[in-house]
C-alpha cells in the first residue's frame, strides 16, 4: 500500500501518468480544491513533470532539460502530491479500486484519472529493431539523439509531419547530415496544402537537410546489430548512423483495455471526460473524444479544464471539441496552419503568393465563413484568423483585405502596439492555453505587473512562450510606464532580447532589414529608439554584406554626414593619411580648404591626422570635393569603423628600426579602410620593441621584431586604459594581413555594439580568440576571407559619393516659407 | 500678443523631409526643426536642445521622440518636452501634412523675436 496513514480520510485521487496533461488537470483542481483530495501521481519516466513541446529546442540546444520543468520536486511537495517514478502502472482493478505498478506498488483510489498519453508508431520494416533506430517521444529520446549527435554521422528521420520535421532540425544543428524521407509528396501534407509544403521543403533544404518525398521505407539494413542505412522501395539506399521514426503517434490505451474500459482508438470519454467507468477519467493523448483523438496541446489543456472542474464537483464544464492550430518549431522557419484544409464543391479559399519573400497564406471558405487557414513566412496573422474560424465570423465586409490581414488599414507601416490594442477582448493570445485577451487584462487590472505574475495567474505564456510578446505588449498597454520589463540584458527598452540574442536571430531568421527584425522579434515599439536602430543596422549590415541596405536614419549624424559635430553644430572633417604619411600636394590642398571655407582650427590628432575643425554643414560636401580633387579620402574619424593606423618610421630612417613599419602601416590601411565594425577601431605598427608608435594600446598593434611580428589586440588608451594582449608572432608581411583582417571579422561577428574589442575579448575569452584565429588555419582563412568579401561593398569613398550630391537633402537647409498663406 | 495658427505656410513637400528624419528650415529669427516621423507626421520644433543647444534636426527619429545628436536628451516631438529624467522643454510650432506638402503655422516667423517660452 502507498499510504496507510488511518489519519487521513480524504478521498483518494490517483494519477497514472505524469505528462502535461496530467499536471494541467493537478493544476486546475487545485486551483478550485485544494485538500480535496489525496493525490498520488504514477510516472513511468523517472522524472518530473516536464514540457514536452519543448523537446525539440531542448534537441536543438536552444534550451536545456531545467528550463522546460513544468513542476518541479518543490511543487509536488508543496502540493502534498506523492510521486512516485519510474514505475509504470500494469493493472488497473476496478471492482477492487486498485491500480498496480510494475514493482508491487499498490495503491487504492476513490476517482482514478489515466492519463497514459500516447506512443510512437515504429513501421514495421525489418530492421526496425536495429541498435540505433529512435523515436521521438520523450526525454530518453532527446537523450539517445543528442548522444548519437556527438559523434556526428548521419541520422535519416522517417516521416515529413511536425515531429520529423523538428528532429531533423535539431540533429542538424547539432552537426549531423540529415536526409528526411517522407512517404506523401510534400511535407506535412496533413496541415499544410502542396505550395506551403513546397516552400517549407526549400526552407528545410536550405538549411543543408536533404528531403526525400514519395519515400517508401523498404527495411532498415545493419551490420552487427545496428543500423547501416536505410532502404527504399526503389533501391535506393541512404547510409545511416542512426533512424528516427517520427511517423506518428497512436493512444497509450493497453491498460485501460486490459481493464475492461470501453476503447475504440482511443479511451472513450463523454464530454465530461469520464470513461465507461464513473469513477475513471481519462485525459489527453490517450482519449478519443466524438471520434477525434488529439496530439497537440491546446485541447489537452482544455480537457484538464473539465476534469479539474469535474474532480471538485463541478459538472458545469463540459468539453466539446477543439479547434486546432499548428505552429512548426524550427528556428527561422515560419508556419502556422489550422483549421480545414481541403477542397470541396462548397468551399472557395483567396489565396496570397509572394514569391520573391517566400510568403504564401491561403484561406478556406465556407459560406463566408474561414473555416482553414495557412500561413507560410508571415505567420502574425495566424491567431486573428484563428479567432475567426473559431468564432464563426461572417467576413463578408471584410472579404476583399481579409487576406492582409488584421493589421491592413491601406497606410502606414505596422504598429505592434496598436495591432494589440485592436484586438477583441475574445482574441485568444495563448493558444497553448486557451487564455483570451480579457482574462489576461482583467489579471493584470487584478494587480499582476510583470510577466511572471501573468504567467501565474492566467497560464498565457507559460508552456511554448511564443506569446510572450504579445502578453508584455498587453501589460505595457494596461500599464504604461509603470511597467517594468525584464531588461536585465535586454539592447534597450524596446526589446528584453539581448545583443547576442538578436544577432543569432537576425541570421537564423533571416531578417533583412529594420522593420523585418522589429516585426519577428516583436519590438515593443513601433520604430525602436536612437539605442537599438544603430545596434540593428549595424548588425544587419555585418550579417548581410552586399544584400542589405544601409539605413541612414538609424545612423548618428556622425556617421550620417561622414563629418564630426561639434558643441557648437559646426562639423571637423578628417582626411586619409594613409599610415600617417602625407606630402607637400595634400597639405596644400588642407591649407586651400582651410582658406577658402574659412575653417578656423586646424589640428594634428592623436592618431597622426590633420583635423579640420569648425566646417559649416553646408560647407561640407565642397570642402570634401576639393580635398577629393587632391586625392584625400574620408579618414572615418566618425565613424564605427577603421580610424587609423599610427605608425613610427621604421627600418627606413630609425637606426633600431627592425622592420619597415611605414609601409606595412600603409598597406593595413589600404586594406582595412571602410570597414563597418561594432566600435571604433584604432591600429598601429611599430618598428621595434621601443613602441614609438604605442602600439600596445590599441585595439590591434603590430611590434616588428628581428624575426617578424608580434601581433597585439584588445588594448586601448580611452575610458579605460588597457595594454594589449600577445594574439601571436608571425613571419611574413600576409601573414600580418591575414592574421588582422580574421581578427577584425570574427569581433565584427561576435561583438555587441559598441564594444570595444577588449570588452569583446572579456566576454569571448582568449582562448576562444586564438584557437578561432591563430590555431585553426582553415577558420582563419575562412573568416579572412569573409572580411575581404565585405570589403568589396565597404570601400568607397563617402565623401566623393556625397561631393557628387548623394543625401544632398542632409546638407541644405529647407528654403524659408514661402510668404503666401494657404489654408 | 497670441498669434492663432488659421494662416499656414507651405514650406515644403512631405518627401523632401526623410521619413524618420528632420530638416532645417532657416527663419529670420534662427532655424527650426522640422520632423517626419515613421508614419508621416510631420513638427515642427526650435532646433536648439534645451540641455546645451545641440541641433535637435540632426538627431535619430524614433516614435514621437527625437534624440539629440550632442547628448543624448530625448525630446518629446508632441510636447517638446524633455523626456526621462531629464528636465527642459523646447518650443514647437504647429505644423501639418495636405495634400503632400508640408504646413507650419505661421507663427513660427516669431521665432528670435522674443524669448521661445514667453
Known sequence: MVDSTKTDNRERLVVIGNGMAAGRVLEELFERERDRYRVTVFNAEPRVNYNRIMLSPVLSGEKTYEEILIHDDAWYAANGVELIR?????????????????????ADYDRLIVATGSQPFIIPVPGHDLDGVLTYRDLDDVEAMLAAAEKGGRAVVIGGGLLGLEAAAGLKARGMDV???????????RQLDQSAGYLLQKAIEARGIEVVTRANTHEIAGAAGAVRAVRLDDGREIPADIVVMAVGIKPNVDLAKDAGLEVNRGLLVDDLMRTSDPAIYAVGECVEHRGQCYGLVAPLYEMAKTVGAGLAGDDGLAYRGSLTATKLKVTGVDLYSAGELAEGDDREEIVLRDAAHSIYKRLVLQENRIIGAVLYGDTADGPWFFQHIKNGTDISEMRETLIFGQGFAGAGPLDPMAAVAALPDDAEICGCNGVCKSRIVSAIEGGQATLDGVRATTKASSSCGSCTGLVEQLLELSLGGDFARAVADGMCPCTDLGHGEVRRLIAAKELMSIPAVMQELQWKTSCGCAKCRPALNYYLLATWPGIYVDDQQSRFINERVHANIQKDGTYSVVPRMWGGITNPTELRAIADVADKFAIPTVKVTGGQRIDLLGVKKEDLPAVWADLNAAGLVSGHAYGKALRTVKTCVGNEWCRFGTQASVSLGVQMERFLWGAWTPHKVKMAVSGCPRNCAE?????????????????????????????????????????????????????RQEAH??????????????????????????????????????????????????????????????????LEAVT | MKLTTEKWLDIAALNDIPRRGGRVL????????????????????????????????????????VTCPL????????????????????????????????????????????????
Open chain 1, 695 to 747: 602600439a600596445t594600446v590599441k585595439d590591434f598593434g603590430v611590434v616588428c621584431v628581428d624575426s617578424g611580428f608580434e601581433l597585439h589586440f584588445a588594448g586601448a588608451a580611452g575610458m579605460e586604459v588597457k595594454a594589449t594582449q600577445l594574439l601571436c608572432k608571425v613571419v611574413a608581411e600576409e601573414d600580418v594581413l591575414e592574421h588582422c583582417a580574421a581578427l577584425l571579422q570574427l569581433y
Open chain 1, 86 to 106: 519510474g514505475e509504470k502502472v500494469i493493472a488497473i482493478n476496478r471492482d477492487e479500486r486498485k491500480v498496480i505498478s510494475a514493482v508491487g506498488t499498490v
Open chain 1, 179 to 189: 536526409t528526411v524521407l517522407h512517404l506523401m509528396p510534400t511535407l506535412m501534407e
Open chain 2, 26 to 65: 532657416k527663419v529670420a529669427g534662427g532655424c527650426i526643426a522640422l520632423f517626419r516621423t515613421n508614419d508621416d507626421q510631420v513638427f515642427a520644433l526650435d532646433d536648439r536642445c534645451p540641455h546645451k543647444a545641440g541641433p535637435l534636426s540632426q538627431g535619430i527619429v524614433h516614435g514621437a521622440a
Open chain 2, 71 to 118: 547628448h543624448n536628451w530625448v525630446i518629446s516631438l508632441e510636447t517638446g518636452e524633455a523626456m526621462g529624467a531629464d528636465e527642459g522643454q523646447v518650443a514647437t510650432y504647429s505644423a501639418k501634412v495636405s495634400n503632400g506638402r508640408v504646413l507650419v503655422g505661421q507663427e513660427c516667423l516669431r521665432l528670435g523675436m522674443e524669448p521661445a517660452d514667453g
Open chain 1, 753 to 818: 555594439y559598441l564594444d570595444r574589442m577588449h570588452k569583446w575579448l572579456a566576454r569571448v575569452g582568449m582562448d576562444h580568440v586564438q584557437a578561432a584565429v591563430v590555431e585553426d588555419a582553415d577558420n582563419r582563412r575562412d573568416l579572412y576571407e569573409r572580411f575581404v568579401f565585405s570589403q568589396r561593398f565597404a570601400q568607397s569613398d563617402p565623401w566623393s559619393e556625397r561631393a557628387a550630391g548623394r543625401d544632398s537633402h542632409e546638407f541644405t537647409p529647407l528654403e524659408g516659407p514661402k
